[in-house]
């Protein structure tokens, strides 16, 4: 018998893993665990980098002195941290306002970040909570069939396995979850916050011709 098939138990570790599922799902709203979800995708990308970014906002400063501030209304924007500063712009809103925009999507954005990680630091909390409930389970298995010889060896089987899935699950999985999307959010905060002066400066450039196209 290999060492993978003595340390698999299938009872154990659903006691765990389902233990810790329901426990999350119950602690956490249905919005921000859909989310601790999705941001499992980031994990899957590479690192955010502002490059691309600050070419696409310097190609729209060009189009802005060539044809107007109203021309960028036509411009396909992915990034909606951007559309949403270009959108303000085209309808002549200060370097000041673009600021604050910018400042609020980022904090939202880096609270929605905080959120998913802390959904998967509680799992790590709870995956050794729901271990020692394996555990507390195969004992009390274990005593009601002391008169079974042969009944003895699975629950003691459950009782330890399921404190060992437990710091697994938790130590392996959930933490090291958790403290990546911490560094994944950090650092795009940081690559966000230099797309900040190239569209405080477009939007000072063309506000006052904003404003006299208005007048």
């Known amino acids: 018998m290999t060492l993978v098939a003595q340390l698999a138990d299938p009872l154990a570790f659903a006691i765990v893993a389902g233990g810790t599922t329901l426990g999350v799902v119950l602690r956490t709203p249905l919005r921000d665990l859909g989310r601790a979800l999705s941001a499992l995708r980031i994990l899957a990308r590479r690192r955010f980098v502002a490059d691309p970014l600050l070419d696409q906002i310097a190609a729209q400063a060009r189009i802005a002195r060539g044809h107007g501030a109203m021309a960028l209304d036509r411009s396909v924007i992915a990034d909606p941290d951007v559309a949403a500063a270009i959108a303000t712009i085209v309808d002549g809103a ?23 990680a802390d959904i998967w ?3 790590a909390e709870l995956a050794p909570a729901m271990g020692m409930v394996g555990t507390l389970i195969g004992l009390a298995r274990m005593f009601a069939t002391m008169t079974d010889p042969a009944a003895i060896g699975g629950a003691m ?10 710091a697994l699950l938790a130590n392996l999985v959930f933490l090291p979850i958790a403290n ?3 560094v994944a959010g950090r650092a795009e ?11 405080v400066a477009l939007a000072d450039r063309e506000r006052p011709l904003a404003l006299k196209t208005a007048a």
């Not at 954005?109 to 998913?116: K, N, P, Y």
């Not at 905060?189 to 569209?199: N, Q, V």
Request: cysteine-free; overall charge positive; hydrophobic content about 50%.
């Open 180 to 182: 990546r999307l911490r």
């Open 157 to 166: 089987a459950i009782a330890l396995l399921a404190t060992l899935y437990g």
């Open 121 to 123: 630091a509680g799992a």
């Open 189 to 199: 905060a940081f690559e966000r916050a230099r797309l900040d002066p190239p569209l």
């Open 94 to 116: 200060s370097g000041e306002e673009v600021t604050t925009l910018l400042a609020h999507r980022r904090r939202a954005r880096i609270e929605r970040h905080v959120a998913a």
